[in-house]
């Protein structure tokens, strides 16, 4: 899959929503005031977020903001060790928003990408509730 492969199925499938692009990472909203993204494609490491070594070339991380039971239905209940987080095609917590319950895949595959969608729902349909309760 392709950054531009996903950014299409996030247009396609999450319907009332947009996307921005800044600095070549693509933030995707569930409405237009731009508060929270609930997902994001990040091309590059920052000095906050170098983890993932996005410095490699074509190298992009998908990441994806669940719910608390979601994430700890992938990971459990524990703070995991010992992740490789320069790992390809490989569904992981956020190196560093893993504990805000963010999820993260680097250039995921057809395969990874398909059990990621539901991910993707769940993560934009959380933010339209919590902005419903506002």
């Given amino acids: ?3 531009d ?3 299409q199925h996030i247009i396609d499938s999450l319907g009332g929503g947009h ?36 410095d490699r070339p074509g190298v992009f991380r998908l990441n994806i903001g669940v719910g608390k039971e979601t994430f ?21 917590p956020h190196p560093i928003y893993g504990k805000m319950h963010w999820v993260s895949v680097i250039n995921p595959g057809a395969k990874t990408f398909e059990s990621v969608k539901p991910l993707l729902v769940e993560a934009r349909s959380l933010l339209a509730s919590r902005d419903k309760d506002k």
């Fill in 19 to 54: 996307f921005e692009v800044a600095d070549d990472n693509t933030f995707f909203f569930h409405g237009a005031d731009n508060k929270f993204p609930f997902a994001t494609i990040v091309t590059k490491d920052n000095e906050f977020d170098n983890a993932s070594k996005l």
């Fill in 72 to 92: 700890r239905a992938l990971f459990g209940e524990e703070e995991q060790t010992g992740i490789d987080y320069t790992a390809l095609d490989r569904l992981m």
């Fill in 5 to 7: 492969d996903i950014t």
């Fill in 1 to 3: 899959m392709t950054e």
